[in-house]
Each structure stands twice: as C-alpha cells, then as structure tokens.
C-alpha cells in the first residue's frame, strides 16, 4: 500500500511552490542606491584572493570611504556571486540572498516547533502551526524589501546565524558548555552588529522557558539567585560575542549616518515601532526610502501614540509571561522589542527603514501564531471544529497567504529598475529629496533633462545641503549646454561633501571634458588621497596624461591602476600609450585579426573604434553577438560607433539593449544620453 504524504508535508510543499513563484520575477532585478558603492563600484569583490584581507581591511567593503565598515562576510558572499557570474549578474546576487532566505525559513520552522511543543501539548498541531509561521515569515510582503536589495543581505545574514545559534542552545542543552552554539553568533558578527541582541533572547528563553519565571519576577529579591545563574551562564558567550563585535567596531573610524539628535531620535522610535507593527497586519505603504524624520516636539501627538503602544506592549509582555500557555507570545513580543534595539538606540540619520523589520517579525510571527493556536485549543476544547469550519478556516489561511504573495509579487516589480523604485518613492515619500533626485537621475540618463532638472529642483527644497545632488546638477547642466553653471555646482558639492570623494571624480572629469587639465588632475589627486582605490579619479588621470602627452604620468597611473584591475584593457591600453609615447587607441588595425571568443571581437571593436573606422567597429559588434548575445559590452561599442556616424537612432536602440543587460553600466548610460540629446536638437 502505498504511503500518504502527510498533512503538514503537503503544506509546507504549497507554501515552498507558492513563496517561488512570488519571488520569481525578483531575480534578475538591479542593484540599487547603497548597493552602487558596496557592489557594483566596488573593486574588491571581483577577485576572490581579497576574502581574507575582507576580514582586517575596513576599505574593502565600499568603494565609498564614508562608507568603510567592517562586514567582511556580507563582502566575502558578494565576491562568490561575482565570481559564480563572472561579473555583475544581479540573477547570481538575487539568487544567492533568496536562499539564505529560505534556510532561514527552515530554521524558524525547529523554532517555532520547539518553543510550541513547551506549552502546547497537540505535538501535530504545533507542527502544522509552525510551518504555517515559517510560511507567512518567508512570504511576508515586507520582507521583499530586504530581499531585493542586495546589501541589505546583512540583515538576512546576521538574522539567520542569530537563529542558528538560538537554535542550538535550544536543542542541545546538555553541549552549552562547550560554547558550540556561540560558533554561528561568531560568525554573524561579521555580517551586521545586531548579533549582541542573541544574549538579550537567550537570557528570556531562559527565564520563561527554563526557569518558569515571568518579567515581573525579574525584580522580586527571592528569584535574584535564579537570574545571577541565568546571567552566569550566559556570561562566557557575552564575552567572546562582545570581543569579536569590539574588533570589528575598532576597525572604522565612526558609524555613518549616525546625525540625528538622540533624545528626540529615542522619542520617535515608538512611533516607528507602531509603524512595523502595523505593516505586519497590514504591509501597504512600503517605501525604498522613507521621509520620516525625527519628532522635535515632546507633545507632538505621534510621540504620545508611539509612548502609548510602547507602554502597552510591554503591560503585555509582563501579564503573557505570567502564564505558561502564553510564554511563545510573551517571547515573541521580547524578540520583536530587542531585535529593534541597536537602531533605535543610534541615532541614524533614517527615523525608519523597511529592511528593519525582517529581524523584528520573527518575533511577531511567533506571537502571532502563538495567540492564534491558543485560542483555536480553548475554541476546540469548548465545541470541536466541524468540518466546515475547517474549510473556513483553512481558505481565511490560504486567503492571508495569497495576499502576501501577491504584494511581494508587487513589490519586486517596484524593485526591477532604478525608473520604477525611486518613482515608487516620490510617491509614498514624496518630501524625501534623496529619492527625488535619484528618481530625477534615472530621467537624465534618458536624455529627459527638463523633467530631471524638475525634479532636482524639488530635491533641494528638502536637503539644500546635499552634496550629491549638486554633482548630479553639475552633470545635467553640462549636459545641457551650460558649462559655467555645472561648474558652479561641482563646487558646490565639494563645499558641501568635502570629505567624499565623488565630490571631486565627477568635477575632475567635467574639468577634462572642457579641457582644465591642470584643475582636472589635481582634482582627481584630492580624491585619490582621500580613497587610493579611486578607479574613476585613476580613469580621468590617464585620460588627461594620454591627452597632454604626459607618459612617464601615464605610465605611472596606469601600472597603479592595472595593480587594483590587473586585466583591465583600457588600461592595459593606456599602458602601452605610454611605453611607447604615442596614442595606441589611434593605432592602426592589423588588417588580418584572429577572433576566437567574443572578448577578442570586442578587443577589435575598440581598436576599430578608436581607428575611426566606425562600420568596422559595428559589424565586429555583430560577430561577438553571435558567440554572446548578452554581450552588453558589444551593444555598447555599437552605440558608441552609431553615436560617431550621427546615426541617432541606431546609437540609442543599441544603447538601450545594452542597458537592459546590465541597467548600471555607466558607458552605455553616457552614450544613451549623448545620443537622445542629439536626436532631440535634431528635431
């Protein structure tokens, strides 16, 4: 006879099948906003033989040193995608964030499962219940927002080493003193610096769960010996967690973002708290990038209501953890507050951020299912349920998930592009001018420099002191034909960004295109001191030398830059410029060239290109698409040589479809540009 698949199988299975297809059209979404300095710009991670210098060397983990930080295993992940893809593939990033995803999902199903079975008796009903938590955690449309974006992989890292080594402790009471659960904590030190949090949870586990001893007993002198124990166990792992997390911390300067004012940052955290609580019923005014800011008014009413909640959620931990049948609430509750504590504590210049939440409704998710099963017992012991009532209740269940599954559907299709993410946040944060000015950065890579200026304008209303956005103002002025005022805004952000170095890359080369050499270079010197790793300030300082002849300079550059991107051609290129002190790119083709793989036709391209024999160039694009369609590199130098025949059009389709292979290639987006704004004076 053949063997049923169980009830809880058959669910767990749906809910796996379902949390794919909601997650389906996600994988090949672009990287976005922090994601540009920590992957796409960041040098270190295309060569694996960095992973070990990840773990010292604070510079490796952004190409922005107001970014520098110490999370070398989020770094050391980035690095196996860039080599699983052999470049910047978002599909092997996306991919590789989704699975830790789901191990966590496992995790919490033994959690959910272990910490249910200790007050509930029905041991198949606990497990079913577990598996539906685990389910509506993997699927939860929030945590699409952590999901997608691709450095936020921190929050999911950290979160399940903290599961891990919660889970251990649980399962394996009789092996704490030889530490082993402290091994996986060790390790998510070095993903984010929420991990301390894991003493705070294994400290009430330990009260409610071990010691049956409630939040209030906490303070009664005659349990003081029980918690001195508690704390005593758990001292060697607040030691050895505390030390690797010092190490890290003693390895940056200062945390970024850190500008917010503390007491009335403190204040407004209630508020924010109410905020997650109510998008874990209710996830429908997600944004990328919030305008919330801190409440400087003690009577404001939100700062009241925020107080209000907060009180009431801790009368309700107190009076849950009274009673045995409802522990799992009281613990979850505890989970949700702790886990919220290292943001709300630091003043950070962001009130709110959505990738909070994804450690936080572990948490709620416990407490809910906890309620939710304490309540389906007291129902079942007063009047069984009939099968109809089954039927309602499994479809109410199903209903809650499909839901979910279709906001996170929703959500990755905001995530898809840079277009359609910083849209979606002028519309749910419309006075944040960070998101208003990148929003008018995608219109300007498009060639739409009216709507870009608009938007720009509106962006300085609210942050009339952001460096950034005085560079972007520079390039779309240039662009436009108004060099004298670009000029003035590069200055502008230097005035106000003087310690980043894209204040001084950006007007460096707009100082080259017009011809400053002088300034450009030393220009690009003030942003190499600042970050040595600078390939952008490197870029510009061999363009300037190749142009002004300058080629023991040349020479110089170009090893240094070869030496951080050893098999890069241009610079391989600008190399030879220099050795033999006349412009190779202007050498002329060999008339017979040997092509076996798409590199070498693109090789040639670029010697076509740089010949001036454009068709050439065009026609050895076609050929390296026959071998690599996905070429995007190919598409571009097509682009770049329809650009130079003034075949408008052409230049712009071919530009596109490299855009659509690789949405941050910052060539190809320049080429577009070029090519729209000619057609459009054309016209």
Same mark, same amino acid.
């Given at each position: 006879?053949?063997? *049923?698949?169980?009830?809880?199988?058959?669910?767990?299975?749906?809910?796996?099948?379902?949390?794919?297809?909601?997650?389906?059209?996600?994988?090949?979404?672009?990287?976005?906003?922090?994601?540009?300095?920590?992957?796409?710009?960041?040098?270190?991670?295309?060569?694996?033989?960095?992973?070990?210098?990840?773990?010292?060397?604070?510079?490796?983990?952004?190409? /922005?040193?107001?970014?520098?930080?110490?999370?070398?295993?989020?770094?050391?992940?980035?690095?196996?995608?860039?080599?699983?893809?052999?470049?910047?593939?978002?599909? #092997?990033?996306?991919?590789?964030?989704?699975?830790?995803?789901?191990?966590? *999902?496992?995790?919490?199903?033994?959690?959910?499962?272990?910490?249910?079975?200790?007050?509930?008796?029905?041991?198949?009903?606990?497990?079913?219940?577990?598996?539906?938590?685990?389910?509506?955690?993997?699927?939860?449309?929030?945590?699409?927002?952590?999901?997608?974006?691709?450095?936020?992989?921190?929050?999911?890292? /950290?979160?399940?080493?903290?599961?891990?080594?919660?889970?251990?402790?649980?399962?394996?009471?009789?092996?704490?003193?030889?530490?082993?659960?402290?091994?996986?904590?060790?390790?998510?030190?070095?993903?984010?610096?929420?991990?301390?949090?894991?003493?705070?949870?294994?400290?009430?586990?330990?009260?409610?769960?071990?010691?049956?001893? $409630?939040?209030?007993?906490?303070?009664?002198? =005659?349990?003081?010996?029980?918690?001195?124990?508690?704390?005593?166990?758990?001292?060697?792992?607040?030691?050895?967690?505390?030390?690797?997390?010092?190490?890290?911390?003693?390895?940056? @300067?200062?945390?970024?973002?850190?500008?917010?004012?503390?007491?009335?940052?403190?204040?407004?955290?209630?508020?924010?708290?109410?905020? !997650?609580?109510?998008?874990?019923?209710?996830?429908?005014?997600?944004?990328?990038?919030?305008?919330?800011?801190?409440?400087?008014?003690?009577?404001?009413?939100?700062?009241?209501?925020?107080?209000?909640?907060?009180?009431?959620?801790?009368?309700?931990?107190?009076?849950?953890?009274?009673? @045995?049948?409802?522990?799992?609430?009281?613990?979850?509750?505890?989970?949700?507050?702790?886990?919220?504590?290292?943001?709300?504590?630091?003043?950070?210049?962001? *009130?709110?951020?959505?990738?909070?939440? !994804?450690?936080?409704?572990?948490?709620?998710?416990?407490?809910?299912?906890?309620?939710?099963?304490?309540?389906?017992?007291?129902?079942?012991?007063?009047?069984?349920?009939?099968? $109809?009532?089954?039927? *309602?209740?499994?479809?109410?269940?199903?209903?809650?998930?499909?839901?979910?599954?279709?906001?996170?559907?929703?959500?990755?299709?905001?995530?898809?592009?840079?277009?359609?993410?910083?849209?979606?946040?002028? @519309?749910?944060?419309?006075?944040?001018?960070?998101?208003?000015?990148?929003?008018?950065?995608?219109?300007?890579?498009?060639?739409?420099?009216?709507?870009?200026?608009?938007?720009?304008?509106?962006?300085?209303?609210?942050?009339?002191?952001?460096?950034?956005?005085?560079?972007?103002?520079?390039?779309? %002025?240039?662009?436009?034909?108004?060099?004298?005022?670009?000029?003035?805004?590069? %200055?502008?952000?230097?005035?106000?960004?003087?310690?980043?170095?894209?204040?001084?890359?950006?007007?460096?080369?707009?100082?080259?295109?017009?011809?400053? #050499?002088?300034? $450009?270079?030393?220009?690009?010197?003030?942003?190499?001191?600042?970050?040595?790793?600078?390939?952008? $300030?490197?870029?510009?300082?061999?363009?300037?030398?190749?142009?002004?002849?300058?080629?023991?300079?040349?020479?110089?550059?170009?090893?240094?830059?070869?030496?951080?991107?050893?098999?890069?051609?241009?610079?391989?290129?600008?190399?030879?410029?220099?050795?033999?002190?006349?412009?190779? #790119?202007?050498?002329?083709?060999?008339?017979?060239? %040997?092509?076996?793989?798409?590199?070498?036709?693109?090789?040639?391209?670029?010697?076509? !290109?740089?010949? @001036?024999?454009?068709?050439?160039?065009?026609?050895?694009?076609? +050929?390296?698409?026959?071998? =690599?369609?996905?070429?995007?590199?190919?598409?571009?130098?097509?682009?770049?040589?329809?650009?130079?025949?003034?075949?408008?059009?052409?230049?712009?389709?071919?530009?596109? =479809?490299?855009?659509?292979?690789?949405?941050?290639?910052?060539?190809?987006?320049?080429?577009? +540009?070029?090519?729209?704004?000619?057609?459009?004076?054309?016209?």
């Amino acid at each position: 006879m053949k063997r *049923v698949l169980s009830y809880p199988v058959i669910v767990a299975t749906a809910i796996f099948i379902l949390v794919v297809i909601s997650y389906s059209n996600h994988f090949n979404n672009g990287f976005h906003f922090d994601d540009m300095h920590t992957i796409v710009n960041n040098v270190h991670i295309r060569n694996l033989k960095n992973i070990p210098a990840f773990y010292s060397d604070p510079k490796m983990f952004s190409a /922005s040193p107001a970014h520098w930080g110490m999370r070398p295993l989020v770094t050391t992940t980035l690095a196996i995608d860039y080599f699983l893809g052999n470049g910047l593939k978002p599909f #092997f990033f996306q991919l590789s964030t989704f699975i830790w995803h789901l191990l966590l *999902v496992i995790l919490l199903y033994f959690i959910f499962r272990n910490l249910l079975n200790r007050t509930f008796a029905d041991k198949k009903l606990t497990s079913l219940t577990a598996i539906l938590g685990a389910g509506w955690f993997a699927i939860h449309t929030a945590n699409a927002e952590t999901l997608n974006y691709i450095i936020s992989r921190s929050d999911v890292l /950290s979160t399940f080493f903290i599961a891990l080594s919660f889970l251990l402790f649980v399962l394996l009471p009789g092996k704490r003193k030889y530490l082993l659960y402290v091994i996986p904590a060790i390790i998510g030190v070095f993903a984010k610096e929420t991990v301390p949090v894991l003493v705070l949870l294994l400290f009430f586990y330990l009260l409610f769960f071990e010691s049956g001893l $409630s939040v209030a007993d906490i303070f009664k002198p =005659k349990h003081f010996k029980t918690i001195l124990n508690i704390v005593l166990q758990l001292l060697p792992s607040i030691i050895i967690i505390a030390g690797f997390q010092l190490y890290t911390l003693s390895k940056i @300067k200062a945390i970024e973002g850190v500008s917010n004012p503390a007491g009335y940052y403190m204040l407004t955290q209630p508020y924010v708290w109410l905020r !997650y609580c109510i998008a874990f019923f209710l996830p429908g005014n997600l944004s990328a990038d919030s305008d919330w800011g801190v409440i400087t008014n003690v009577f404001d009413e939100r700062i009241i209501i925020g107080l209000v909640f907060f009180s009431i959620l801790l009368i309700t931990v107190i009076k849950t953890s009274a009673k @045995k049948e409802t522990e799992p609430i009281a613990f979850g509750l505890v989970w949700f507050i702790t886990s919220l504590l290292p943001t709300s504590l630091v003043p950070f210049s962001e *009130v709110t951020n959505d990738h909070r939440m !994804y450690f936080a409704f572990i948490g709620l998710t416990l407490a809910l299912i906890a309620f939710i099963l304490l309540q389906v017992q007291k129902y079942n012991q007063r009047k069984p349920f009939s099968v $109809s009532r089954k039927i *309602v209740f499994a479809t109410v269940i199903g209903a809650a998930f499909l839901l979910q599954s279709f906001g996170v559907y929703q959500r990755n299709k905001v995530w898809k592009t840079e277009e359609s993410l910083w849209l979606d946040v002028t @519309k749910k944060s419309p006075m944040n001018g960070r998101g208003l000015m990148n929003y008018g950065l995608t219109q300007m890579e498009k060639g739409n420099y009216t709507v870009a200026n608009e938007y720009f304008e509106k962006a300085l209303v609210y942050t009339p002191y952001y460096h950034s956005l005085f560079i972007n103002l520079g390039i779309l %002025k240039n662009a436009m034909g108004n060099p004298a005022e670009a000029d003035s805004y590069f %200055k502008k952000a230097i005035l106000y960004g003087p310690n980043y170095v894209e204040s001084y890359t950006f007007y460096s080369r707009f100082l080259s295109q017009n011809n400053r #050499f002088d300034e $450009s270079v030393s220009m690009s010197e003030k942003a190499l001191s600042i970050d040595s790793y600078s390939t952008m $300030s490197l870029n510009n300082l061999m363009t300037v030398y190749l142009q002004t002849q300058n080629w023991n300079k040349l020479v110089q550059t170009a090893q240094r830059y070869l030496s951080i991107i050893p098999d890069d051609k241009n610079a391989m290129l600008y190399l030879e410029s220099g050795n033999n002190k006349r412009n190779m #790119f202007m050498a002329n083709a060999p008339t017979q060239i %040997k092509n076996t793989t798409a590199e070498d036709y693109l090789s040639t391209s670029l010697i076509y !290109y740089n010949n @001036k024999e454009y068709e050439k160039c065009i026609n050895t694009c076609y +050929e390296a698409l026959k071998i =690599k369609p996905n070429l995007a590199e190919a598409y571009n130098n097509m682009g770049a040589a329809y650009n130079q025949l003034g075949q408008w059009q052409k230049g712009i389709e071919a530009c596109t =479809k490299a855009l659509q292979i690789n949405p941050n290639f910052p060539l190809a987006k320049a080429n577009l +540009e070029w090519a729209k704004n000619h057609l459009n004076k054309a016209k």
